[in-house]
């Protein structure tokens, strides 16, 4: 499931920031690609969610029409 994949990669994210905070040579640079990648992922779950709420209207919609 997608939603699953990107949580997924939201936790690497969050397992490099923590393995990024113990090496200060590398720390910025590791942080930042895991911010990024953060804000992707959660930019892609906000299109999720959008997309299914559409759905989610279009179906009541069409569930009215049969009822009436």
């Known amino acids: 499931m997608?939603?699953?994949r990107r949580f997924r990669a939201s936790r690497r994210s969050s397992a490099k920031s923590a393995a990024a905070?113990?090496?200060?040579?590398?720390?910025?640079?590791?942080?930042?690609?895991?911010?990024t990648q953060?804000?992707?992922?959660?930019?892609?779950?906000a299109t999720l969610v959008e997309e299914n709420v559409a759905?989610?209207?279009s179906h009541a919609d069409d569930a009215q029409r049969l009822s009436e």
Request: avoid cysteine.
């Open 21 to 35: 905070s113990q090496h200060p040579s590398n720390g910025i640079k590791e942080v930042s690609l895991a911010v």
């Open 55 to 57: 759905t989610a209207a």
């Open 38 to 45: 953060t804000d992707e992922v959660m930019q892609q779950n």
């Open 2 to 4: 997608a939603s699953e």
